[in-house]
Each structure stands twice: as structure tokens, then as C-alpha cells.
């Protein structure tokens, strides 16, 4: 046989994790295989549930139409319009107004407009905001005024979700328009009941300010609903199958050994491992056999 030989190339952290990276090389009949590894470490495993969201004010103040009419919209105040308690923001037509209503409706505090969807309007998933035109129906929602008080992510969550999740726990942010930056937050409120699409509302109040933040951003949201003390953890990546058990394949030298574990709590990037390694062994996150058989 030939002679193997490795080289440790260096070590990055892993996305996520705080496990060591390395990637061997091996020489003669193997030359060119590279097999990334990571090391098994003792840390918190944290838990979360995650969803995608929207990002909103955290008191908004929502203005419906009038009980009783059924108007139809002469103006409206327009998206991000900055407003004074007092300004009128709507206006109605006379035509479908009940006698002595007012056909205006004003600010009852200072802040932004964000127009709501009118269902009616416009069919799909994301129907438009409500315009001129539009007939409304008593009560309906026609726009909230942001009041700039802190912003906060609304997210639903099914009914599995949202039994693992209560008011405080944390929560981390990722914006899609702000790619670059991370917010931490904490659950303010969970309702009780479910909407019409059997989801419940979760309201997060991020706990950090940025001047680029706007309402109606979308996010993805992931809330810790538990977190394990000192666990052994390695990437759930490397765990293979193997006779429909679960291995690693642990670096020993210049080889790669499968070892059979006993793996235990898990999340979307680690698993613990109950039985079967040691901290500091260094496991292959990709299967030496297979890089070896696509050659």
C-alpha cells in the first residue's frame, strides 16, 4: 500500500459553530481527496423554533372605517407619509356615508403611515394597500400610523410552535434588506388564539435600533425556546448512516476510523453526542469513502 501522507491546511470557524475546521490531503493513491473535520466540543445546545415575519412598530395604532357605512375612499394618505396628531389621513365620499358622519378621518397621534391590505382589492397571497376608489366595509382596517415607540417582528406560528414559546424568551432577527446585520430581540406577546389560517401571532421586540429599519420589512426570526448545558456537540453533518446506524468517521493519525455514537438533543446545525466520542476527537463533516469513490 502507499504510503498516506497529510498536511493541516488551517482552521476557520464553521457558520454557527465554534468548531475546528481542517481539511487533510493525502498523497499517492489518494492524492487530492480533501475531507473537512470538525472538533467535537462541549458547549450550551440551544434550541429554537423559526419563522419568517414582518417587521412592524411595536404600538402601532390601527384606523378602521366607520361603523355602520359602507364609504368609499375619495383620498388616502400615502405609504411612509409622516403625519401630525390632527391631519386627515382619510376621506370619504359622501355617496354610502350614514347622515352626520364625518367623511374624514384624522391622525389621533403622530407618526408614520402604512397603508393595510384590501383583500378586496386585489386576490394572492400580498393584495395591495388600500387607494382611492376603494369601498369599505364597517370596520374594516384601512391603515395603521407607526408611532416610532420601537420596532418589533410579528411572525405565526403553528399551534406544535407555539406551545414551546412564552413572553421574554429570546429571539435573533435576520432582516432580508439588511443582510449585514443581526438584532436581538425578546417574545413580548403570544396570543392566545389562532387566526384564520389556524397560525398564531408572535410579537418580538428587538432589542437594538437602526436608523435603516422601516415597517413591512420581511425577516426570518428564530426564538431560543431551550438551551442544554454542557453538551458534547459536533455538526449534525457529520453523522452519517451506515446499516442504518448513526457514525462519525474520528481522525486517528492519517486515518479516518468509524466510530458508532449514541447521539442525543439536536438542532438545525449540532447534535449532541451521548455515547461514542470524547472532546477534542476531530470528526470528517464529509464522508472519506464517498470523496474517495468519486474519484
Do not use: C
Not at 403553528?158 to 417574545?187: I, M
Not at 429599519?213 to 425556546?225: K, Y
Amino acid at each position: 500500500m502507499s504510503r498516506r501522507r497529510w498536511a493541516l491546511r488551517g482552521s476557520v470557524a464553521l457558520a454557527g459553530l465554534a468548531g475546528l475546521l481542517a481539511a487533510y490531503h493525502y498523497g499517492s493513491d489518494l492524492a487530492n481527496v480533501s475531507v473537512p473535520v470538525a472538533e467535537a466540543r462541549e458547549a450550551n445546545l440551544v434550541i429554537s423554533t423559526s419563522a419568517r415575519g414582518v417587521v412592524e412598530d411595536t404600538q402601532p395604532v390601527v384606523m378602521s372605517a366607520p361603523e355602520g357605512a359602507r364609504p368609499t375612499i375619495a383620498a388616502i394618505a400615502t405609504p411612509e407619509q409622516r403625519v401630525r396628531k390632527g391631519d386627515v389621513v382619510v376621506e370619504f365620499e359622501d355617496e354610502g356615508l350614514e347622515r352626520g358622519a364625518s367623511p374624514t378621518m384624522r391622525a389621533p397621534v403622530d407618526g408614520v403611515v402604512r397603508l393595510l391590505p384590501n383583500p378586496a382589492r386585489a386576490a394572492g397571497a400580498n393584495p395591495a394597500g388600500f387607494a382611492p376608489g376603494d369601498a369599505v366595509f364597517p370596520g374594516m382596517p384601512i391603515l395603521q400610523i407607526d408611532r416610532g415607540l420601537g420596532p418589533s417582528a410579528v411572525l405565526e406560528l403553528e399551534d406544535v410552535d407555539r406551545a414551546q414559546v412564552s413572553v421574554n424568551q429570546a429571539a435573533t432577527v435576520r432582516l432580508d434588506a439588511l443582510p449585514d446585520r443581526t438584532f436581538a430581540g425578546r417574545v413580548k406577546s403570544v396570543s392566545a388564539f389562532a387566526g384564520p389560517d389556524h397560525r398564531f401571532a408572535v410579537r418580538v421586540s428587538l432589542e437594538e435600533r437602526d436608523p435603516r429599519l422601516r415597517p413591512g420589512m420581511l425577516a426570518s426570526i428564530a426564538i431560543t425556546v431551550r438551551t442544554v448545558p454542557r453538551q458534547l456537540l459536533i455538526p449534525a453533518r457529520a453523522v452519517f448512516a451506515s446499516d442504518g446506524e448513526p457514525v462519525v468517521y474520528v481522525q486517528r493519525g492519517h486515518e479516518f476510523e468509524p466510530h458508532a455514537i449514541v447521539p442525543g438533543l439536536r438542532n438545525d446545525v449540532d447534535v449532541a453526542v451521548v455515547q461514542g466520542l470524547r472532546k477534542g476527537d476531530l470528526v470528517a463533516i464529509e464522508n472519506p469513502s464517498d470523496k474517495v469513490h468519486r474519484r
